[in-house]
């Protein structure tokens, strides 16, 4: 069945160090993969979107990267601070038409004072 | 921009009873509508797609008699949990998508406590 992984349930870093996040599919070729940030009791919150023609994206201190050969993407989080603390969800499109996604389990990122 | 609302936040009801969950999105016309349950310290499972208009697509496993969704207008989409059991209690979540966007913006979440 179609899957996404993210490798780590719990990442802590140092505050003002780059957090890096793994997502990695299977038995599937995403169109596009999404990134969402969750915090507890709370809906996710969209963060960025890569397509499948794109190696890289950023948006301020986030940068994503989307490499079709490993079938992975990662997340980063350039001079991370305590308000990154969240869990960080990866999804992939489920099918060819980009109508649903498949979600992992999530990475529990704190970041450290 | 890109605000999706739920209504309630959180609902306590008695079993057998039957809740309605409002998804709304407040400042895009929303073509699809999806509805997510979430379990403490899971991710997110996908319970029903729907389009404006179309009669919702559930997922394997999920109850279509139990779990009424309607998407009667670009805007609102409702969640009915009919006659409620303590299992269906959990965090219930919408996402809404416009129209030749990608992006899924969600709700904030509705946390349903059955007793």
């Known amino acids: 069945s179609q899957k996404i992984e993210q490798n780590s349930e719990a990442l802590n870093i140092q505050e003002g160090k780059t957090a890096t996040l793994t997502c990695n599919y299977t038995?599937?070729?995403?169109?596009?993969l999404q990134w969402y940030r969750q915090d507890p009791g709370r809906g996710p919150v969209f963060l960025l979107l890569?397509?499948?023609?794109?190696k890289e994206k950023r948006k301020e201190r986030l940068k994503v990267t989307f490499d079709t050969t490993l079938k992975q993407s990662l997340f980063h989080i350039t001079a991370s601070q305590p308000a990154d603390s969240a869990t960080y969800l990866c999804?992939?499109?489920?099918?060819?038409?980009?109508?649903?996604?498949?979600f992992g389990p999530g990475t529990r990122l704190s970041v450290l004072p | 921009g890109a605000v999706v609302s739920q209504h309630p936040s959180w609902v306590i009801c008695k079993s057998g009873t039957s809740v309605k969950i409002e998804c709304r999105s407040l400042?895009?016309?929303?073509?699809?509508m999806f509805w997510y349950r979430q379990f403490p310290k899971q991710s997110l499972m996908l319970m029903a797609t729907?389009?404006?208009?179309?009669?919702?697509?559930?997922e394997q496993g999920v109850e279509k008699d139990k779990f009424l969704i309607n998407h009667a207008s670009l805007t609102l989409s409702t969640l009915t949990v009919t006659s409620a059991h303590p299992e269906d209690s959990s965090f219930y979540i919408c996402?809404?998508?416009?129209?030749?966007?990608?992006?899924?913006?969600f709700g904030p979440g509705t946390r349903l406590t059955v007793t």
């Open positions: 996402s809404a998508r416009e129209g030749g966007h990608y992006e899924q913006y």
């Open positions: 038995n599937y070729s995403p169109a596009y």
């Open positions: 890569i397509r499948e023609n794109e």
């Open positions: 999804a992939g499109t489920r099918d060819n038409y980009g109508q649903n996604f498949v």
């Open positions: 400042d895009f016309q929303a073509t699809t």
């Open positions: 729907s389009n404006e208009g179309s009669k919702a697509t559930y």
